[in-house]
T-cell receptor, first 109, second 111 residues
């Protein structure tokens, strides 16, 4: 069975304090790994797609990396507006998207 | 146009009411999805339509009835819901291996 776990469950950072979020997965044939940002009461907003081990994507203060078993979302010098829940999802051979439980990030000014 | 539009944004209904949630996309995506999300939980798949045909029903109770009138529209008909059905209902679309595009959701409260 395809599974996705994320750690930590919640993370509090001071503004400017860099850190990383982890997404570990067990799937039969990875077709893609996706990172989303979700604000309370809103739909998830797409951030990155990663397709193969070694791939990296960057956008502003965020950088996503992928290995054969996990992905990291690195946040460099975060700002309070980066506070949100970050969701990881995988698409496997079955083609359904499997979501992890998310990491709730709070960035304090 | 890279948007998925959901209406209404908020809905309050009684347990005997009948209501419908609507979703629209004009990106030419052939797969459309309904997800249910409870607070502090990830989205939970309910239904998938592929080329306007229901391809996945994740054992959802019959009080939820999906409909795909055409390739751009997706409806979710609600009848005799329970208070535990209160949640954020998300519509999404995708094209094959590509990412899911989500709408902003309908926040449903069942009284």
């Amino acid at each position: 069975e395809d599974q996705v776990t994320q750690s930590p469950e919640a993370l509090r950072l001071q503004e400017g304090e860099s850190s990383s979020l982890n997404c570990s997965y067990t799937v039969s044939g990875l077709r893609g790994l996706f990172w989303y940002r979700q604000d309370p009461g809103k739909g998830p907003e797409f951030l990155f797609t990663l397709y193969s081990a070694g791939e990296e994507k960057e956008k502003e203060r965020l950088k996503a990396t992928l290995t054969k078993k996990e992905s990291f979302l690195h946040i460099t010098a975060p700002k309070p507006e980066d506070s949100a829940t970050y969701l990881c999802a995988v698409q496997a051979n079955g083609q359904n998207f499997v979501f992890g439980p998310g990491t709730r990030l709070s960035v304090l000014p | 146009d890279t948007e998925v539009t959901q209406t209404p944004k908020h809905l309050v209904m009684g347990m005997t009411n009948k209501k419908s949630l609507k979703c629209e996309q004009h990106m030419g995506h052939r797969a459309m999805y309904w997800y249910k999300q409870k607070a502090k939980k990830p989205p939970e798949l309910m239904f998938v339509y592929s080329y306007e045909k229901l391809s996945i029903n994740e054992s959802v109770p019959s009080r939820f009835s999906p409909e795909c009138p055409n390739s751009s529209l997706l409806n979710l008909h609600l009848h005799a819901l329970q208070p535990e059905d209160s949640a954020l209902y998300l519509c999404a679309s995708s094209q094959g291996r590509e990412k899911l595009f989500f709408g902003s959701g309908t926040q449903l409260s069942v009284l």
